[in-house]
């Protein structure tokens, strides 16, 4: 189960094709590629769900490879395919929290215990396809959006739990198809979009209510002045359009974001815009459109390096991944995903990783891939269940002296 990172080309990695049986369930094993040289002298661990095969894996980075450290099925009814999609790690490394988003109708919130992979608690219900979370940096309260992939086309709602006692507190009405979450580095305020109505919320802790809005829109960009949209008015036609699989009303948006995510000292907002092929920048102070960085097809996930340096963008349709210099603005460069439909992006504490998590097609495996962010090459790739998805970083910790 040990892929050995070793020395070879990029264009060796992308030709590379691991092979492996299937275990009960149809859900893909689990089967290691190899990639470029790389050396580390820290241990690293993240976790990745597989959304079409109910399963969370475990993924490590060491001196010796990388590997499927221990795979973990998910969910309460065999028949069903309940979809684990969104992950995140509580501030002290103890709990790994998980969304299942296709209830009936309603998906559901898991609490883990890390490293054990035991439940800690019953599932509890949230709204409709819960998706991206994050939670405070004290750890007591978990925010999430609710996607709402299996219902009309009506604002929807960030669902707040109090996480010591599994409860949900509140659901925050924020607009059409929320999508990604990410907290500023103090907690104070949460970001989150609006797919189809080209809006970036901001959410405060502290009231748990919508403080601003940002419209995303292509030559709108700019403060929103109303609070409330009139959807009644926008033509709900739901034989018009499709997105990942929902019907949807006549509305087109122009940048549809997908991802908010916090500059590492709190003071910007990069947006998504998964159709605009953009990332936009956004002052939190002056609360206007800063920067624009153009992009390479259907920017879907971002992350920043802790140290502030880079900006790392999954590209969803353009199966690869984008780097960016944060003081420039320039883009790096892209690589190439080992398969197709790349999905979320996390990285390493030390900003020394980024591991990628890749969907595949149909019955084709999952892919988690893993980025030297020193030299952006790809250092290994593993195989996973169908259609991985949610990511997050768990630990790193010194290497096992030999």
Known sequence: ??????????????????????????????????????????????????????????????????????TIPVGELAVENEGPHGFATS????????????????????????????????????????????????????????FNLHGEMVPSTVSVVYTPDMIEVDQIETCVMPHGLRMEPSGVFAYSNCMMDDLMVEIDTRTFEVSRRFSVAVGEEGPAESMAM??????????????????????????SPTWAEPSADGTMVYVACN???RILEVDRAEWSLKRVFETGRGPYNLDVTPDGRLLVATLKQGAGVEFFDLESGASLGSVPSTTTVTHGVVISPDSRYAFVSVEGVGAE????????????????SLEVGQQAGGITFWKMEPAPSN
């Open 1 to 70: 189960m040990t892929a050995p990172i070793r020395s070879g080309s990029l264009l060796a990695l992308l030709m590379a094709a691991g092979c492996g049986g299937a275990p009960a369930g149809g859900a893909a094993a689990p089967s290691p590629t190899a990639g470029a040289a790389a050396s580390s002298d820290a241990v690293y661990y993240a976790y990745v769900g597989a959304e079409s095969a109910d399963l969370m894996h475990r993924v490590r980075l060491g001196p010796d490879g990388a590997s499927i450290d221990r």
């Open 91 to 146: 501030p002290d490394g103890r709990f790994i929290y998980m969304t299942t988003g296709h209830g009936v109708p309603d998906g559901k919130l898991w609490k883990f215990d890390a490293g054990a992979d035991t439940l800690v608690a019953d599932p509890i219900l949230l709204g409709w396809f819960p998706a991206t979370m994050d939670l405070t940096p004290d750890g007591l309260y978990a925010l999430i959006v609710n």
């Open 230 to 255: 009139d959807h009644s008015a926008m033509g709900m036609d739901h034989s018009s359009m499709e997105m990942g699989g929902m019907q949807g009303m006549s509305m087109d948006p122009s940048c």
């Open 275 to 277: 159709k605009g092929d």
């Open 365 to 380: 495996p999952g892919k988690v891939d893993i980025y030297d962010l020193g030299d952006l090459e790809q250092v290994a």
